[in-house]
């Protein structure tokens, strides 16, 4: 049963990195952040478009290898819809999926697609390549100088 779950997760994360979601610019932007792994280099900017606390449209664009795109692909994903709260809360959410030890259990069931990742954490130094599109995420929702009031 594991493996068969192993061959779905990574199924998935061939299919995002192969045709990525939401893959592009954003012109009506009002957060963005550049993310940068310094472990090799690669970079992944991430735009959003809020309005009224509510993540209506995100965008990512850059260079990356698989698990990174396929992450970044997959947080676009699930984000659009979401309040930018709701949006912090799966920060923490995805960032405990890929850091917990491999030993303990982590509860699939209520993760949703992000439970492709839960893997990540038996191969530490893919970890900041899972999270960069994540963290990116999180300092483009917390940096207001682009924000708009409308
Ligand atoms: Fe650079 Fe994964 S190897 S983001």
Request: with cysteine.
């Amino acid at each position: 049963m594991k493996n068969e779950l192993n061959d779905l997760y990574q199924e998935v994360i061939l299919d995002h990195n192969k045709n990525p979601r939401n893959f592009g610019d954003m012109h009506d932007a009002n957060h963005s952040a550049a993310g940068h792994n310094p472990l090799c280099g690669d970079h992944i900017d991430v735009d959003l478009k809020v309005k009224d606390g509510i993540i209506e449209d995100v965008k990512f664009h850059g260079a990356g290898c698989a698990i990174s795109k396929a992450s970044a692909s997959i947080m676009t994903t699930t984000l659009i819809g979401q309040s930018v709260e709701e949006a912090k809360e799966m920060f923490k959410q995805f960032v405990d999926i890929v850091t917990t030890d491999p030993e303990e259990e982590i509860d699939t069931l209520n993760l949703g697609k992000l439970a492709v990742f839960c893997g990540v954490r038996e191969f530490p130094a893919r970890v900041k390549c899972a999270s960069l599109a994540w963290h990116t995420m999180k300092n483009a929702l917390d940096d207001e100088s682009g924000a708009s009031t409308e």
